[in-house]
């Protein structure tokens, strides 16, 4: 059973471009987590998806972040015209229906190292 | 709302030396706690939990004890190996919200 998968591992963006991050969840668990990591600080919320449903996005920021997680694909964490300040490992991570919402324990990817120049 | 306080890092220690990482929380109710570790380069790992007071949880060596008295969750290990190495995230989930981390803890262990 694969893991919850990240790509791309390793993103560079020039200010002004978008970041596209990609995460599929564990097989058979329908709630995604994204968290962004700074350097040498710890993980902050961004959002809480289910299938076709934003369920908490209270950690992302107002403007140019966007997230989605489609009834097919991967859930998609989008950074429009990236800044500087966006430079950040961003992890996603799943865990399964019979948990409920905000129960139980997470399951990590690897992580998304997004570089903006 | 919901808080966890660890203790700051880095933390260097000599093989085989005793592990101690404080934890403390502020939460409403009975919340669900954790410990994450990262190894370089990689995700969270979920290294032990525990559900309810007084119950202690343990992994790989590692314990750390649920006490509401004190709010703490404090993780532990007698002997430590370099293999130890990584960041260390005590995190708490109460029902119906968001899990909350704390800001990590570097360990460092020299051979």
């Known amino acids: 059973n694969a893991g919850v998968m990240q790509n791309p591992r390793h993103l560079v963006r020039r200010r002004g471009q978008e970041a596209r991050l990609r995460c599929s969840p564990m097989?058979?668990?329908?709630?995604v987590y994204w968290y962004r990591q700074l350097p040498e600080e710890g993980l902050k919320f961004m959002v809480y998806?289910?299938?076709?449903?934003?369920?908490?996005e209270s950690g992302m920021p107002k403007e140019r972040f966007s997230a989605e997680f489609p009834k097919e694909g991967p859930s998609i964490l989008r950074i429009q015209q990236v800044v500087r300040g966006d430079s950040a490992a961003y992890f996603c991570?799943?865990?399964?229906?019979?948990?409920?919402?905000?129960?139980?324990?997470?399951?990590f990817g690897e992580g998304s190292r997004l570089t903006v120049l | 709302g919901d808080s966890v306080t660890q203790m700051e890092g880095p933390v260097t220690l000599s093989e085989e030396a005793f592990l101690t990482i404080n934890c403390t929380y502020t939460?409403?109710?009975?919340?669900?706690l954790f410990w994450y570790v990262q190894y370089p380069g990689e995700g969270l790992q979920l290294l032990l939990k525990?559900?309810?007071?007084?119950d202690k949880g343990s992994n790989k060596g590692f314990e750390a004890t649920y006490r509401k008295e004190t709010t703490s969750f404090h993780l532990e290990k007698g002997s430590v190996q370099v293999s130890d190495s990584a960041v260390y995230f005590c995190?708490?989930?109460?029902?119906?919200?968001?899990?909350?981390f704390g800001p990590g803890t570097r360990l460092s262990v020299l051979p």
């Open positions: 939460a409403t109710g009975y919340p669900s």
């Open positions: 097989k058979g668990h329908s709630h």
């Open positions: 991570a799943s865990s399964p229906p019979e948990q409920g919402a905000y129960t139980g324990e997470l399951f």
């Open positions: 525990a559900t309810k007071a007084d």
């Open positions: 995190a708490l989930e109460n029902y119906g919200q968001n899990f909350v």
């Open positions: 998806l289910q299938k076709e449903n934003i369920i908490d």
